[in-house]
């Protein structure tokens, strides 16, 4: 982080001349505030969309999917035919996963199934008992790897036109990820690269050049992933804008790390550069850090909202935790118009982050206490205005000396 003290002298000396924002930050702190959702010891692979919470257990000696509403706190567990279930995903009220109920004697073959939680009906997907991957869904589109004739490609299948696609032709296509129209994968045709194809243009690109890319995933126009350029011993995140044909390092320690997502301005992943694996938080906004504190190994995060759901392996055991999210506010505000003559009605906009509450101070002994208040100042000066914003993390401030010129 930059430090403050790092300005040299002439860089003061202009504060007198321009306007500055000061920032004062409280003394509570950003956090991870952790929830344990499952006891048995037997929980992983979790996944969160609004208030359902899902994961595969073992609880009962064979891998079965569970879901728990965290609003009714009601656990319902979705498969129960005996056999392996595995690697669900959620979106809405739909849940997939992998499935051996039709495998051979060793277990060895999946298709990817969906229960509907409003219709409580179960729906078999793939035919081709190949699946491979955790299948990923959004809205009506379900996407997997899929090993066909010997060639391993992502597939898709279409809920509201009963229609399944394949994706692409490669032969060696892997960890299939989508949203809305865009998918992503990881391709080793000839490097490990992370590809893409928008289903709107039928166009594929080629996101990522390192030939060391793993584990994408995607929100809206940023796609994130898993890449070892700098060595198969420094794993770090990386981020590619569409909208802005930008691609960002997000972690630059020299340490691991795995399993990226992203919802959101969040970017979540787990790192040990603590010692442990320790779940970590990035707002892509506010360029806030947080990580989770726990001594034991937290790992296969997954987001919804700010809320964190992740595998803890507490005393050789494996539990789902779920995490709120709170960062810090950081205060910040425009005026128009900042200057005029008597009386001047003035129109604050608010441009804080991850703010709950605000207090204004106009400077001419006024407050309010209005996100985006409109204040009329009837004498004329300069004036001075400050603004303090609160969240459950702690509080932030920023003031503008002399601000509005009054005449």
Not at 35 to 56: C, E, F, L, M
Not at 319 to 331: E, N, R, V
């Amino acid at each position: 982080m930059r430090n403050i003290r790092e300005l040299h002298s002439a860089s003061l000396a202009l504060v007198t001349i321009v306007l500055f924002l000061i920032l004062i930050s409280s003394t509570a702190s950003a956090s991870i505030t952790e929830t344990r959702i499952s006891t048995h010891g037997t929980a992983d692979v979790p996944k969160i969309y609004g208030n359902i919470i899902v994961w595969q257990d073992d609880r009962n000696g064979d891998w079965a999917i569970y879901a728990l509403n965290i609003s009714t706190k009601k656990e319902t567990r979705i498969t129960t035919h005996g056999k392996a279930a595995c690697e669900p995903d959620i979106y809405g009220n739909r849940i997939v996963w992998l499935d051996t109920r039709n495998a051979d004697i060793d277990n060895e073959n999946w298709d990817v199934y969906m229960y509907d939680l409003s219709t409580k009906k179960e729906t078999r997907i793939s035919y081709s008992k190949r699946a491979e991957w955790p299948a990923s869904i959004y809205g009506d589109r379900i996407v997997w790897q899929d090993t066909r004739n010997g060639k391993r490609d992502i597939y898709m299948y279409d809920l509201s036109k009963k229609k399944e696609t394949q994706i692409t032709t490669s032969g060696e296509a892997f960890e299939p990820a989508i949203y809305g129209d865009k998918i992503v994968w990881r391709d080793f045709s000839n490097n490990a690269d992370i590809h893409m194809y928008d289903l709107s243009t039928k166009k594929e690109t080629q996101i990522s050049h390192s030939g060391s890319a793993y584990n994408p995933k995607i929100y809206g126009n940023r796609i994130v992933w898993l890449d070892s350029r700098k060595g198969w011993d420094n794993w770090d995140i990386y981020m590619y804008d569409l909208s802005k044909k930008k691609e960002t390092q997000i972690t630059t320690n020299p340490s691991d790390s795995k399993f990226p997502v992203i919802y959101g301005n969040n970017i979540v992943w787990t790192d040990e550069r603590n010692g442990n694996w320790d779940i970590y938080a990035y707002d892509l906004v506010t360029h806030q850090q947080i990580y989770t504190t726990e001594k034991s190994d937290q790992e296969e995060p997954a987001i919804y909202d700010n809320k964190i759901v992740w595998v803890d392996h507490s005393n050789g055991k494996s539990d789902i935790y779920m995490g709120t999210i709170s960062y810090l506010p950081l205060a910040a505000f425009t005026a128009s118009p900042s200057s005029g003559t008597r009386p001047l009605n003035v129109k604050f906009i608010d441009k804080s982050k991850d703010v709950y509450s605000w207090y204004w101070d106009f400077g001419d002994k006024t407050t309010s206490q209005l996100q985006n208040p409109i204040h009329k100042y009837a004498k004329a000066g300069k004036y001075t205005v400050t603004l303090n914003v609160k969240n459950a993390a702690g509080s932030n401030t920023v003031k503008k000396i002399n601000y509005i010129n009054v005449k």
